[in-house]
T-cell receptor
């Protein structure tokens, strides 16, 4: 079945460090790929969205590129801030089914 | 103002009891969902509704019953509560029911079953 894999459970950085979160997906359908971010005490919210028509998404300094060959959708940011501390979910939409969330990556940024 | 209202924010229940989690959305969306997030598992899809009709159910237990009295309401009734039901339950909505649609989430109801 369709699935999403995030291998990094936790990433610890200092301000101005480079952030990179791995995500791979599996589906036999044309995917729509999302990154959601969740802050403490809140529900997940959309960070960016990419379809097969526009293979790159950029939002709030974050960037993700959809690579069909490697079935990857990694998230990156050149210079993180303490306010970027949150849980980041790679999410797959495909086949007319509900969105499938990855296990999440907790990003902790120290000043 | 929050566009998706979930009530209550916190809920404590005893094993075997029944509770209803409330969700209302004011985004004018036609599709609504329930997801569950527990400490041991990632965010899990439970149900989806479109125009008040059940579209998908990934919850194995019949103890979980969604109820849609209006297009912008999707409550979740849980009967015979068990400690394993302890989790944060998130309601979400989207403009239409489709896998390419962005979901908008409420802030959740944190349920603790003793």
């Amino acid at each position: 079945g369709d699935s999403v894999t995030q291998m990094q459970g936790q990433v610890t950085l200092s301000e101005d460090d480079f952030l990179f979160i791995n995500c791979t997906y599996s589906t036999t359908w044309y995917p729509t790929l999302f990154w959601y971010v969740q802050y403490p005490g809140e529900g997940p919210q959309l960070l960016l969205k990419v379809t097969t028509a526009n293979n790159k998404g950029i939002s709030r300094g974050f960037e993700a590129t959809y690579d069909k060959r490697t079935t990857s959708f990694h998230l990156q940011k050149a210079s993180v801030q303490e306010s970027d501390s949150a849980v980041y979910y790679c999410v797959l939409g495909a086949g007319g089914r509900a969105l499938i969330f990855g296990t999440g990556t907790t990003v902790s940024v120290s000043p | 103002d929050p566009k998706i209202i979930q009530k209550p924010k916190y809920l404590v229940a005893v094993t075997g009891s029944e509770k209803i989690l409330i969700c209302e959305q004011y985004l004018g969306h036609n599709a609504m969902y329930w997801y569950r997030q527990s400490a041991k598992k990632p965010l899990e899809f439970m149900f989806s509704y479109s125009y008040q009709k059940l579209m998908d159910n990934q919850t194995a237990s019949s103890r979980f019953q969604p109820q849609s009295s209006k297009k912008n309401h999707l409550d979740l009734q849980i009967t015979a509560l068990k400690p394993d039901d302890s989790a944060t339950y998130f309601c979400a909505s989207s403009q239409v029911w489709a896998s390419a649609e962005t979901l908008y989430f409420g802030s959740g109801t944190r349920l603790t079953v003793l």
